[in-house]
Every structure is written in structure tokens, then in C-alpha cells.
């Protein structure tokens, strides 16, 4: 009797040190913040990188610098979506994070936005690249801004701060993007993004009033 409750005893320590040793190794969650402005640099590698095995890609004789810095950073979570990417943005100019959004579109990510009608079609803006690629783009009809500045990564990574995906934002502007993986936060921004998916739905558009005739 002695010898199988010790038995036993033995199984479940060695049960509890292999969940232990499992919960170590377990991938921490992602809390990190970034800083703006970033210094301009060659993004080049990293989106030639993240293009595939397959791709042809040329060495940039560009003079930019390469290196950590925070677009980097946000390139690479970004770049880091596997199945979905929503973006809630009032502003988007960055030709390196429209070309990444491209990119995942490529790859197959289901890629939904939702911007600013009046910011969209200000001069710079890749909406309409976007758009070209054959990307969802959906846009308000109201007389204030959609002022919203998040992404979300595979339903599982927010991204959200003052920042506007625009060059200027980026390379002159203090601003700041908090990235979190947290369950309870993605859910409140998945489902904001869903309430305006639906109403910024083109079967809502009013082009007429409604007391028209």
C-alpha cells in the first residue's frame, strides 16, 4: 500500500514539474510602447524579409540608415499577422506601412479598414492603394471625424495610441502607440471596429435626403 501511494506521489510531482516547466515556456505576452518621432530609416530588408522565400528582392542603395527604431517596431508586429488585420485610422500616408498592409493582403490576411472620408482624400494618402489592391475599405459619412488610431493582429495584439499612420506623424511628431496582448482590451476595440464595420456598411450611404423626391 505504502509502495503505490508512494507511486502515486511520484506521478503527480512529476505531472506538477512538467506543468510547471510548460508554463515557463510559455510566450510572454507582448507589452511593449513605442515612442515617436522616429529617425527616417531603409525598411527595405525588413519587407523584402517578410515578402517570402520566392521573392525577388534587390539590395536598397538608398543612404538611410538601417536599424532598430520604433517604425521598425511596428513594422514587425504588424508583419506579424497570420490570419486577420484590422485597421481604425483617421490618417494614412506611410507609403512603408501601406506597402506591409499590401503585403499581407498577398499573403492571404484578411485585411478590413475603416477610415476618415475627408482624411482619405487628402494628397498622399494610400487608402485608394489600398483599394486598388483590392483591400476593404470602409469610410464614414458624418459631419465630425473618425479619429480613431488602432490595429488589431489576428484578434489577439492591439495596437493604439496618438499616432497617425502618416510620415509626418512618424518622423516629426511626439507620439506614442501602446501594443498589448490582452484579451479583455482586444475585445473592446474588436468590437468598436465591428459596431462602425457595420455602420460605415455601403447599404447604409445616404446620397439623397431623406425627404427628397
Not at 41 to 49: P, R, V, Y
Not at 109 to 118: K, M, Y
Amino acid at each position: 500500500m505504502r509502495r503505490a501511494w508512494a507511486g502515486l506521489a511520484a506521478a503527480a510531482a512529476l505531472v506538477l514539474a512538467l506543468a510547471a516547466s510548460l508554463w515557463r515556456r510559455r510566450p510572454r505576452p507582448v507589452r511593449e510602447v513605442l515612442f515617436f518621432p522616429s529617425q527616417p530609416i531603409c525598411t527595405e530588408a525588413l519587407l523584402a524579409e517578410a515578402e517570402g522565400p520566392g521573392a525577388v528582392s534587390r539590395p536598397c542603395r538608398c543612404p538611410l540608415p538601417r536599424g532598430d527604431c520604433a517604425l521598425s517596431r511596428l513594422l514587425r508586429r504588424l508583419l506579424a499577422a497570420r490570419r486577420s488585420l484590422e485597421l481604425c485610422l483617421f490618417a494614412f500616408s506611410s507609403p512603408q506601412l501601406a506597402r506591409a498592409v499590401q503585403l499581407l493582403h498577398r499573403r492571404g490576411v484578411r485585411v478590413r479598414v475603416v477610415t476618415d472620408a475627408q482624411s482619405m482624400a487628402m494628397k498622399g494618402s494610400q487608402i485608394g492603394l489600398l483599394r486598388h489592391a483590392g483591400i476593404q475599405v470602409r469610410h464614414d459619412q458624418e459631419s465630425g471625424y473618425m479619429h480613431h488610431k488602432f490595429a488589431i493582429v489576428d484578434g489577439r495584439m492591439l495596437m493604439t495610441g496618438s499616432l497617425n499612420w502618416t510620415t509626418q506623424a512618424i518622423q516629426n511628431n511626439r507620439e506614442n502607440v501602446m501594443v498589448v496582448e490582452d484579451d479583455e482590451y482586444v475585445k473592446a476595440f474588436l468590437d468598436e471596429f465591428e459596431r462602425i464595420w457595420e455602420e460605415y456598411n455601403p447599404r447604409n450611404y445616404r446620397f439623397f435626403p431623406k425627404d427628397s423626391k
